[in-house]
């Protein structure tokens, strides 16, 4: 990390040292263009400290600029409130992965902050921009992170799309935001598989693993399918669809299945007996319904309505969700033997 001491300079003066220092990192580059493509990291940290030493003779920065160990965002302070990040590639790009959203090791009074970047294959080019100016969107690894690219077009970074600015978006839980961003964009067809939030507005990052099916114990395979029967009516058409399913499994427990049909569907026909009716030679997956019926009543109540309108694809959640829900299977299915609701509010005791 680079830290200046001097508390007295302007933002106009600070911009003014970082354009200086980009343009002998240039002309430097020309020169000596063998020396930058073996730099990167803490290393090109000392060559932009050493330029900034130069542009630095004869302004309130001179003397003040040094690097110090540890890590801290950004690279450079200078008199507390401004700042700026050294970011490098070695591909023939000006996009990399900054740091977390969360800047959780920012310095407490910075204000500003520039990207220093440097494209360290040829032809070697150093650029600057104002940080939150070059800021296309985010990237996850163990936590939400920043996506830079120094050709962004003004008006087109990701504050701009989420209609906010940097400074706002920064100090108003960031990682929450970003999540909840980008669920807002997806399409019918896609959901995130890398992040969940909670009621709280707190964010948790999963690890990035993806299990098989045939891993999972039984009691978790119980709880998938019984949120399965609860949450997407359509699995339960004569030829189940489970594309959304699918994408919630994948999004919620991190769980695939060259198989899905088997949650639902394997060990043939039974039989079903309730307190009033006793219905033979029953498919698969109204054997799952009687089984799980006290689980899938539980996730439909807990549910909350947003998630219950958009899965079951309805404008309004009744007051009697169980009937509602059966009022969707209904629509979907049509049992040979019997009547579907008949034997539904059997099961869930409707009567």
């Known amino acids: 990390m680079i830290i200046s001491d001097n508390r007295n300079p302007s933002l106009s003066e600070f911009e003014h040292l970082v354009e200086v220092a980009t343009i002998n990192l240039n002309?430097?580059?020309?020169?000596?263009?063998?020396?930058?493509?073996?730099?990167?990291?803490?290393?090109?940290?000392?060559?932009?400290?050493?330029?900034?030493?130069?542009?630095?003779?004869?302004?309130?920065?001179?003397?003040?600029?040094?690097?110090?160990?540890?890590?801290?965002?950004?690279?450079?302070?200078?008199?507390?409130?401004?700042g700026i990040e050294v970011k490098s590639t070695k591909k023939n790009a000006w996009t990399s992965t900054a740091g977390s959203v969360m800047e959780s090791t920012r310095g407490k009074k910075i204000e500003?902050?520039?990207?220093?970047?440097?494209?360290?294959?040829?032809?070697?080019?150093?650029?600057?921009?104002?940080?939150?100016?070059?800021?296309?969107?985010?990237?996850?690894?163990?936590?939400?992170?920043?996506?830079?690219?120094?050709?962004?077009?003004?008006?087109?970074?990701?504050?701009?799309?989420?209609?906010?600015?940097?400074?706002?978006?920064?100090?108003?839980?960031?990682?929450?935001?970003?999540?909840?961003?980008?669920?807002?964009?997806?399409?019918?067809?896609?959901?995130?598989?890398?992040?969940?939030?909670?009621?709280?507005?707190?964010?948790?990052?999963?690890?990035?693993?993806?299990?098989?099916?045939?891993?999972?114990?039984?009691?978790e395979k119980s709880d998938i399918t019984s949120w399965g029967l609860s949450l997407f009516p359509e699995i339960l058409l004569e030829r189940g669809d489970y594309e959304q399913f699918v994408l919630w499994m994948a999004a919620e427990y991190r769980v695939v299945s060259p198989s899905t049909r088997d949650f639902f569907t394997s060990g043939g026909r039974g039989e079903i007996k309730t307190s009033k009716h006793h219905f033979k030679s029953m498919p698969g997956d109204f054997l799952r319904i009687n089984r799980l019926r006290?689980?899938?009543?539980?996730?439909?109540?807990?549910?909350?309505?947003?998630t219950l309108r958009k899965s079951w694809k309805v404008d309004e959640i009744n007051k009697d969700r169980i009937s509602q829900w059966i009022d969707c299977v209904c629509n979907l299915r049509v049992l040979g033997n019997y009547d579907t609701r008949v034997v539904l509010e059997s099961i869930f005791n409707k009567f």
């Open 27 to 82: 002309k430097d580059a020309i020169e000596r263009p063998g020396h930058y493509m073996k730099r990167g990291g803490e290393l090109l940290e000392e060559d932009v400290e050493r330029e900034l030493k130069i542009a630095s003779l004869g302004t309130p920065f001179q003397d003040t600029i040094k690097i110090v160990s540890g890590r801290h965002f950004p690279d450079i302070i200078a008199t507390d409130y401004f």
């Open 112 to 219: 500003r902050i520039f990207l220093t970047f440097g494209k360290l294959s040829s032809p070697i080019e150093f650029r600057s921009r104002p940080y939150e100016e070059c800021i296309s969107g985010a990237a996850i690894t163990h936590s939400p992170r920043y996506k830079i690219d120094m050709t962004l077009e003004k008006g087109k970074t990701i504050f701009d799309k989420m209609e906010t600015t940097y400074d706002k978006f920064r100090l108003e839980n960031p990682a929450f935001k970003i999540v909840e961003y980008y669920k807002s964009q997806m399409g019918d067809n896609e959901r995130l598989w890398w992040a969940n939030t909670d009621e709280d507005d707190t964010i948790s990052i999963d690890d990035m693993k993806v299990k098989l099916a045939k891993e999972l114990s039984v009691e």
């Open 294 to 306: 006290e689980k899938i009543e539980k996730n439909i109540l807990d549910s909350d309505e947003q």
